[in-house]
């Protein structure tokens, strides 16, 4: 069992570090978990390491998560990739020891959604696009409850991830999807930066029942103003730099009682470069202070 209120180092923090790195400065700073991506993952068993490895380079650190599968929506022979897809993923992530995997809707791309705005052709998966909203949200769900009863044989929990270029852009329309899949080991993550864009605010995060709330991506987002908000532009500011009201959404979401884990997720381009160790370190500081722990 994870301790209460564990703070999670989020592979983004470390940029483009390998596996080795990033747990290292993970277990310098005093983080409680880390979430790798299976990017590192596959990268450190290309390399000839086993999964026996990965837990000596761990120690105490557990892995809050793994991420993530995306396009979940898919439909046709895009559903049997899927599904192949994600028995990989689940397999690897059970390998380590993970707790959780991240799902994601789509189309991630949000070229996909931009086109479709514009009315222009695209060469490219484009999800759902254009079927009815109902639609899309009945075979989101359906797509759900495969890979929840997938994730459970590997003893994972998945958590979803609404992305806000796409039809499903935020907790708002996800967590009555989740609902809907009825998969105990189905949970949401609450993302600062695509449910502020999406239109959300404290208020919201507020209420939302505590037993759906896997994490936290605490983040930060530009002012929204009207463009497909791609993350290479809108996500490009540093920890307090952007819009959202970090402490308040912060605060907001412990008035759930929630008291999971905790991590701070970034696209700045400055921040990718800062050095690993040091950075880490400040983001822990960051952290323990705004959860107050």
Known sequence: MMKRNALSLQSSVVGRANLRMYI????????????????????????????????????NLEIASVGWLSDIERQGEDFVALMKEAETLFAMAAAIGSHAVEIINGPVDWHAVDCYRRGVPYDGYRGLLGLPIEEQHRLTVKNMQALADLAKSFGLTLFFEPLCWTPIPSLREGIPLVERAERDNLKIVVDFYHNYVAGLDGDFLSRIPKEWILGVHICNSRKPDGRVPCEEIFRDVAFYEGEIPIHDWVEAVKATGFQGWWAYETFSKREAEEEVREFAKYVHGELKKLVGV
Request: charged share 25%.
């Open 24 to 59: 290292q400065a993970a277990r310098e700073a005093g983080f409680d978990c880390v979430e790798p991506s299976k990017v590192q993952l596959e990268y450190f068993f290309q390399a000839g390491f086993s999964p026996e490895e990965v837990k000596l380079l761990l120690g």
